[in-house]
């Protein structure tokens, strides 16, 4: 059962990876390799509603992430609708690919940080969509932001889901988190961005404006503002949300979306039905990628089945067994995390490890946050953020691996060695 279950995770991820080849979506290879991994689960259990409640727990957790897409997506198309990324792209007088590029890079860094890598994602590449029109350019900007949104969102507790878990756990705290961090963050973003300025050169293309988006109808100067303003506020908010109530960061995504509903029909209330309906959230929501979300479904139910027969608890026991030394394990967990969601290999870390082996702020709980959180970046579905720029800008996966993947390696392991320094400077 175990070797069959590691079977169909590695052909799919193969398959997903030469999808250019077999001429496969990747959406349908996600959905069929996440279920069948289930359904060899559950065929070869003998507690049938053991397995079916492990899975109710899982698709639970799952659903929160899927929710909190659609609802940030959501909100990002209502701002798109309104021209409310123009607030800023008008604002970019520069047409220089590498002054864009360190513009994009540390704006996407320093909001990752306040808000999450996810949402920070989905926000950059949809203002980039908005500055560049050659699509190999965008690309390559995506694939900075996915390095730039995992790096901003592992110094500080409320940026990244895995530093927020150890937050929570009481592994780490806050001012420790950022004062550790955020150097060894920042370097493994500035070295990718580094190599990337010698080589990504010129002047960008800005799109031209379609025959569709001269003829429709355009909202207003004040319409924009409110919009844009409310949206991004109402994204920022969310983590507060989540640290005053202590309720899934999802449900405050959802409150921000029917604020943003109840916004949006009142500043078109005195229009009439066609004019106001390209204006609707119930349009926004029309809009969002479907096959991105159930791509994330299909991933998401494949980690969770190797999460639920141990098989990433017994692969981070290995490595406790025969690595012994707690960087290289946590080096180690961070490359694993590259291949599957770093979630639950922080989980697997913290029922290994109590606090009477690691007492809080131990460089292991600090070093674990920043591998997990970075090594994602190495492949592009080894993380939210990447997934989430796969889908929107449905970039190939061995493209990613060719440009961006080695870059983000270096990035991780300039950041590694940083911290190792750090730590015996300041020790």
Not at 302 to 328: C, I, R
């Amino acid at each position: 059962m175990t070797i069959l279950i590691i079977l169909i995770f590695v052909l799919g991820y193969l398959a997903i990876a030469f999808e250019n080849t077999i001429h496969i979506n990747k959406s349908a290879t996600a959905l069929l390799t996440g279920i069948l991994c289930w359904v060899v689960y559950i065929l070869s259990a003998e507690d049938k509603e053991f397995v079916s409640g492990q899975l109710t727990r899982h698709f639970g957790e799952i659903a929160q992430i899927l929710f909190f897409l659609v609802g940030s997506m959501a909100i990002v198309e209502l701002i798109d609708a309104h021209d409310g990324f123009e607030l800023i792209t008008r604002r970019i007088k520069t047409t220089d690919k590498r002054k864009i590029l360190w513009m994009v890079g540390l704006l996407t860094f320093f909001l990752s940080s306040v808000l999450n890598n996810l949402t920070t994602t989905i926000i950059m590449i949809s203002l980039v969509r908005k500055l560049v029109a050659d699509k190999n350019d965008r690309w390559m900007f995506a694939g900075l932001i996915v390095i730039a949104a995992n790096a901003g969102g592992v110094w500080t507790p409320i940026g990244d889901v895995t530093t927020t878990m150890l937050w929570i756990g009481k592994q780490l705290t806050a001012f420790n988190i950022i004062a550790q961090l955020f150097i060894p963050a920042l370097v493994s973003l500035l070295v990718p961005l580094w190599l990337m300025r010698t080589v990504f050169k010129g002047e960008i293309q800005k799109p031209d404006r379609s025959l569709d988006e001269i003829g429709r109808i355009r909202s207003t100067k004040k319409e924009k503002q409110i919009v844009f303003v409310s949206g991004l506020a109402l994204m920022l908010m969310v983590p507060v949300f989540q640290t005053v109530t202590h309720l899934p960061a999802f449900m405050g995504i959802l409150i921000g979306l029917g604020l943003m509903w109840m916004i949006s029909e009142t500043i078109h209330r005195d229009k009439d039905e066609d004019e106001r309906k390209k204006f609707s959230i119930a349009y926004a929501l029309s809009e969002i990628d479907t096959p991105t979300i159930l791509f994330f479904l299909g991933i998401l139910l494949a980690v969770s089945a190797l999460d639920a027969t141990q098989q990433l608890h017994h692969a981070a026991g290995w490595m406790d067994e025969n690595l012994k030394n707690p960087k290289s394990i946590a080096i180690s967990i961070g490359l694993l995390s590259s291949v599957v969601d770093n979630v639950p290999l922080v989980a697997a870390s913290q029922g290994m490890y109590g606090l009477d082996t690691f007492p809080t702020d131990h460089s292991f709980w600090e070093f674990l946050a920043y591998t997990t959180g970075t090594g994602g970046s190495i492949l592009i579905i080894g993380s939210a953020a990447g997934v989430a720029a796969m889908g929107i800008e449905k970039i190939n996966f061995s493209w990613y691996l060719k440009k961006i993947g080695w870059l983000a390696l270096l990035g991780y392991l300039a950041g590694a060695a940083v911290y190792i320094l750090q730590q015996r400077v300041l020790s």
